[in-house]
């Protein structure tokens, strides 16, 4: 069989159970998206606190710009000619604002989870990580030497079991997990992981802040701010290009930390450089990311209004945030439930397997602060019940 005959086969395969996967044409107005024609409320966008629909906020960024100062492009990786003063002012303020010694910026959240474990770890070091992690966090790991555990869904007794079994063994055990889980949308107790992690000499902490970082704590900085716990974690990681609607990503972390992922880490070596006018952007919102406290409360209180429904209509809801899982179990049934919710008006979008475990297929709702109150109520208004999708 050629290698063509195959892939082919493998495609029907993935027709046929329901996991087929095709790049969505799609345009965006505000809140709104077009597609195949039907205009749809956006619920599955990452753009979390609304800043992505905030033409106000673009147009005041915009008229700082010029032919001179806008520049598109770095050129060249960080280590070259690519390290624009721009960087600089991003870090200062990323570190300032966690009050860490120092920050560090990657290009995107993929290009941090792919570089940083690998560049730390060594044969000596074992990871433990919750099996729920991200898929960028996993690449990351299969491209260390690292022995690598997983440990069940926040189940914090058998990561204690791990640590106590292991901890002499190995030069050191890093813990990684996400603040706020992907597909559904509950939190890792930082504060105990944080417990558990002193209770040994050479266990460190790698948090994942992807969905965290502008949503949650007082400033926006995420989980570990809300749990008063920044200076506990090792690696401190989060995206821009989710709730802070730019692209590229960070680590808060030591300065010796810092200084040796500018020298080992490949995802930062080998890559050009983000464009200067993006990290000016970032720069822009990150300072305004403090007041966006109403946002921040009003993403709350429609999330919770999402969750109650969903409770209330029969499905177990995990979910401690503004993302919400409708979980159905069956694929091609997610698909079906999917296209009618689409039909009425919300552009919901059905998760699968691999990205989900097998018989967890689901509708994940994703929420921004820039929907209202209104629009949820008339969500809430179409939600079939567990009982409804039984008879399917
Ligand atoms: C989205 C996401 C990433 C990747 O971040 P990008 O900046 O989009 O590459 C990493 N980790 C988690 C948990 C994510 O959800």
Same mark, same amino acid.
């Given at each position: 069989?050629?290698?063509?005959?195959?892939?082919?086969?493998?495609l029907?395969?993935?027709?046929?159970?329901?996991?087929l996967?095709?790049?969505?044409?799609?345009?965006?107005?505000?809140t709104?998206?077009?597609?195949?024609?039907?205009?749809?409320l956006?619920?599955?966008?990452?753009?979390?606190?609304?800043?992505?629909?905030?033409?106000?906020?673009?147009?005041?960024?915009?008229?700082t710009?010029?032919?001179?100062?806008?520049?598109?492009?770095?050129?060249?990786?960080?280590?070259?000619?690519?390290?624009?003063?721009?960087?600089d002012?991003?870090e200062k303020?990323?570190?300032?604002?966690?009050?860490?010694?120092?920050?560090?910026?990657?290009n995107?959240?993929?290009?941090?989870n792919?570089?940083?474990?690998p560049?730390?770890?060594?044969?000596?070091?074992?990871i433990?990580?919750?099996?729920?992690v991200?898929?960028?966090?996993?690449?990351?790991?299969? +491209?260390?030497?690292?022995?690598?555990?997983?440990?069940?869904? =926040? !189940?914090?007794?058998?990561?204690?079991?791990? @640590?106590? *079994?292991?901890h002499?063994?190995?030069e050191?055990?890093?813990i990684?997990?996400?603040?706020?889980?992907?597909m559904d949308?509950?939190?890792?107790?930082?504060?105990?992981?944080v417990?558990?992690?002193?209770?040994?000499?050479?266990v460190?902490?790698?948090?994942?802040?992807?969905?965290?970082?502008?949503?949650c704590?007082?400033?926006?900085?995420g989980?570990?701010?809300?749990?008063?716990?920044?200076?506990?974690?090792?690696?401190l990681?989060?995206?821009?290009g989710?709730?802070?609607?730019?692209?590229g990503?960070?680590?808060?972390?030591?300065k010796v930390?810092?200084?040796?992922?500018?020298?080992?880490?490949?995802?930062?070596?080998?890559?050009t450089?983000?464009?200067p006018?993006?990290l000016?952007?970032s720069?822009?919102? +990150?300072?305004?990311?403090?007041?966006?406290?109403a946002?921040? =409360? !009003?993403?709350?209180?429609?999330?919770?209004? @999402?969750? *109650?429904?969903?409770?209330a209509?029969?499905?177990?809801?995990?979910?401690?945030?503004?993302?919400?899982?409708?979980?159905?179990?069956?694929?091609?049934?997610?698909?079906?439930?999917?296209?009618?919710?689409q039909?009425?008006?919300f552009?919901?979008?059905?998760?699968r397997?691999?990205?989900?475990?097998?018989?967890?297929s689901?509708?994940?709702?994703?929420?921004?602060?820039?929907?209202?109150?209104?629009?949820?109520e008339?969500?809430?208004?179409?939600?079939p019940?567990?009982?409804?999708?039984?008879?399917i």
């Amino acid at each position: 069989m050629s290698m063509y005959e195959r892939m082919q086969q493998e495609l029907q395969l993935l027709e046929s159970t329901g996991n087929l996967r095709s790049l969505p044409q799609i345009e965006h107005h505000g809140t709104e998206v077009v597609v195949k024609g039907e205009r749809m409320l956006n619920l599955s966008s990452n753009d979390y606190l609304g800043l992505a629909c905030r033409e106000d906020l673009r147009t005041e960024f915009v008229a700082t710009l010029t032919g001179e100062n806008f520049q598109p492009t770095s050129s060249s990786s960080r280590l070259l000619t690519g390290n624009y003063s721009a960087y600089d002012r991003l870090e200062k303020q990323m570190s300032d604002l966690f009050g860490t010694e120092s920050a560090l910026i990657f290009n995107s959240g993929y290009h941090a989870n792919m570089g940083i474990l690998p560049a730390v770890c060594n044969a000596q070091t074992l990871i433990l990580a919750d099996k729920l992690v991200h898929a960028s966090i996993i690449d990351g790991i299969r +491209l260390t030497s690292a022995k690598c555990i997983r440990f069940r869904h =926040n !189940h914090y007794e058998q990561l204690a079991r791990l @640590l106590e *079994e292991h901890h002499t063994a190995y030069e050191e055990i890093i813990i990684v997990t996400e603040s706020i889980f992907s597909m559904d949308g509950d939190k890792a107790d930082l504060k105990e992981l944080v417990r558990l992690k002193k209770l040994y000499p050479n266990v460190l902490l790698y948090v994942d802040e992807a969905h965290a970082f502008g949503v949650c704590g007082e400033k926006g900085l995420g989980l570990a701010e809300e749990e008063n716990c920044i200076d506990d974690i090792d690696f401190l990681v989060g995206t821009f290009g989710k709730a802070l609607a730019s692209a590229g990503a960070y680590i808060v972390c030591k300065k010796v930390l810092r200084e040796y992922l500018v020298n080992k880490m490949r995802t930062l070596i080998f890559t050009t450089a983000l464009p200067p006018v993006c990290l000016s952007w970032s720069s822009f919102l +990150l300072e305004r990311l403090p007041s966006f406290k109403a946002e921040r =409360n !009003h993403l709350k209180l429609i999330s919770q209004m @999402l969750k *109650e429904s969903l409770i209330a209509n029969g499905y177990t809801c995990p979910s401690d945030s503004h993302i919400l899982p409708m979980i159905i179990g069956e694929s091609s049934k997610a698909i079906q439930v999917a296209k009618s919710i689409q039909r009425k008006g919300f552009y919901a979008l059905p998760v699968r397997p691999p990205t989900v475990p097998e018989g967890t297929s689901r509708i994940r709702f994703s929420l921004s602060a820039a929907l209202t109150i209104a629009e949820i109520e008339r969500l809430i208004s179409i939600i079939p019940s567990q009982t409804e999708i039984d008879s399917i």
